[in-house]
Nanobody
Framework: QLQLVESGGDLVQPGGSLRLSCAAS????????MAWFRQAPGKEREFVAG???????TKYADSVKGRFTISKDITKNTYLQMNSLKPEDTAVYFC????????????????????WGQGTQVTVSS
């Protein structure tokens, strides 16, 4: 079973940048579609960004368009580059996967993914 481990969360000032990483445990990771979700205290988990297993398609939540970029390399890693961070970006960020050679029935629904990481905390505050 695919295991995912996130890293890169930190405390950052408003306007700053962070890059989150998600490492996968299997060599066939390249055939998995990936996504990032986040969950703030007292709120539901929400979709942030997704990328098709081929890398040819990406999708973003309106709240992060133009600021965040999702990417994946050919080995085992998925990244979320976060720029111009705002206090409302504060949350635990989770990576999620579905595959092999699949896309989620709905990119924005958590139920569409088979595997999840444990999360990494991002705090945006001055």
């Amino acid at each position: 079973q695919l295991q995912l481990v996130e890293s890169g969360g930190d405390l950052v000032q408003p306007g700053g940048s962070l890059r989150l990483s998600c490492a996968a445990s299997i060599h066939t990771f390249g055939t998995y579609s990936m996504a990032w979700f986040r969950q703030a205290p007292g709120k539901e988990r929400e979709f942030v960004a997704g990328i098709r297993w081929s890398g040819a398609y990406t999708k973003y939540a309106d709240s992060v368009k133009g600021r965040f970029t999702i990417s994946k390399d050919i080995t085992k890693n998925t990244y979320l580059q976060m720029n111009s961070l705002k206090p409302e970006d504060t949350a635990v960020y989770f990576c999620a996967a579905v595959g092999p050679r699949k896309v989620p029935t709905s990119w924005t629904r958590a139920a569409g993914y088979d595997s999840w990481g444990q999360g990494t905390q991002v705090t945006v505050s001055s």
